[in-house]
């Protein structure tokens, strides 16, 4: 059974150009969170995501930052016209439900030139 | 705000018990208690949750004092790998709100 996967692994674009960060969660979860980690910073919650709903998105800026989890497919969340402050690790998570224990992939790490 | 209170960073000798510290005073009845860890910059991992009582698995136990204002992750035989930085969490489960609010966490170090 597969984990919760995560790609690309590491993506670089340059200020200006769109990020597309993509998430598998794992087989039977239908819950998918996604966190942002700054360097030298804990994980902050971003957005809470059930099959083609958003569920809480407080977390996310409310400019450049969108997210979906479609009825086929991963999730994905997109990040526009980059700048510099937005190079960070970025895990996505999934459950299988409410308040099970989340299950996080290896992270996407964007740098941002 | 995290609402919970962990050491900065603990040492521990490889084989002994690691004791992992956490205040959550103003822990409500609705409100789990998580446990997850990072190690390096990899994804956080679960170890262990629990509401009142006492829990253990194949990873860890958790004791949770009886007014539920403190508890300590224990693991009981650390190893090398177990360095990392462990996370205390609180979770509310009243409502569909279940995201995970990671405090600064406790940085245990391992060693031989």
């Known amino acids: 059974n597969a984990g919760v996967m995560q790609n690309p692994r590491h993506l670089v674009r340059r200020r200006g150009q769109e990020a597309r960060l993509r998430c598998s969660p794992m087989?039977?979860?239908?819950?998918v969170y996604w966190y942002r980690q700054l360097p030298e910073e804990g994980l902050k919650f971003m957005v809470y995501?059930?099959?083609?709903?958003?569920?809480?998105e407080s977390g996310m800026p409310k400019e450049r930052f969108s997210a979906e989890f479609p009825k086929e497919g991963p999730s994905i969340l997109r990040i526009q016209q980059v700048v510099r402050g937005d190079s960070a690790a970025y895990f996505c998570?999934?459950?299988?439900?409410?308040?099970?224990?989340?299950?996080f992939g290896p992270g996407t790490r964007l740098t941002v030139l | 705000d995290a609402k919970t209170t962990q050491p900065t960073s603990m040492d521990c000798a490889e084989g002994r018990a690691a004791n992992l510290p956490c205040n959550h005073s103003?822990?409500?009845?609705?409100?789990?208690v998580y446990w997850y860890r990072q190690i390096h910059s990899q994804g956080p991992q679960y170890i262990i949750h629990?509401?009142?009582n006492n829990e253990t698995n194949e990873m860890a136990s958790l004791i949770i004092t009886e007014d539920r204002k403190s508890s300590t992750l224990i693991l009981p035989h650390a190893t090398l790998r177990d360095t990392a930085v462990y996370y205390c969490?609180?979770?509310?489960?009243?409502?569909?709100?279940?995201?995970?609010?990671f405090g600064t966490g406790t940085r245990l170090q391992v060693t031989l």
């Open positions: 998570a999934s459950s299988p439900g409410f308040y099970n224990e989340q299950f």
């Open positions: 087989k039977g979860h239908s819950h």
């Open positions: 995501l059930q099959k083609e709903n958003i569920i809480d």
């Open positions: 103003t822990i409500s009845g609705n409100e789990y």
């Open positions: 629990g509401l009142k």
């Open positions: 969490i609180r979770l509310d489960v009243t409502g569909t709100a279940s995201k995970l609010t």
